[in-house]
Nanobody
Framework: QVPLVESGGGLVQAGGSLRLSCAASRIPFSIHDMGWYRQAPGKQRELVAVITSGGMTRYAESVKGRFTISRDIARYTAYLQMNSLKPEDTAVYFC??????????????WGQGTQVTVSS
């Protein structure tokens, strides 16, 4: 089994909302930075949002004000609340867990992705 499993994707109309979940297992969840990335067909994977192990968040400019990343440490789950969805948000969304030691990557886990499709 993979350490990260995404769920919550689907088809919504523009202006709608979705909540993605990322369930973690067999990793020290609380000491990892949790991130959401997305990749549209023919496009490079891009960072959407990150919540650090210290609880700080940052977002891609394109989603700032519309998306919110959070985590429930007790439930070993990270979330991405997506509001005011646009067709441009259509992509496969991936969960990532990363742990750094200085500038060295110690852990870098990825889920298998969940499809988000936003219709006009």
């Amino acid at each position: 089994q993979v350490p990260l499993v995404e769920s919550g994707g689907g088809l919504v109309q523009a202006g709608g909302s979705l909540r993605l979940s990322c369930a973690a297992s067999r990793i020290p969840f609380s000491i990892h930075d949790m991130g959401w990335y997305r990749q549209a067909p023919g496009k490079q994977r891009e960072l959407v949002a990150v919540i650090t192990s210290g609880g700080m968040t940052r977002y891609a400019e394109s989603v700032k004000g519309r998306f919110t990343i959070s985590r429930d440490i007790a439930r070993y789950t990270a979330y991405l609340q997506m509001n005011s969805l646009k067709p441009e948000d259509t992509a496969v969304y991936f969960c990532n867990a990363k742990r750094m030691l200085a500038t060295v990557i110690r852990d870098d886990y990825w889920g298998q992705g969940t499809q988000v499709t936003v219709s006009s």
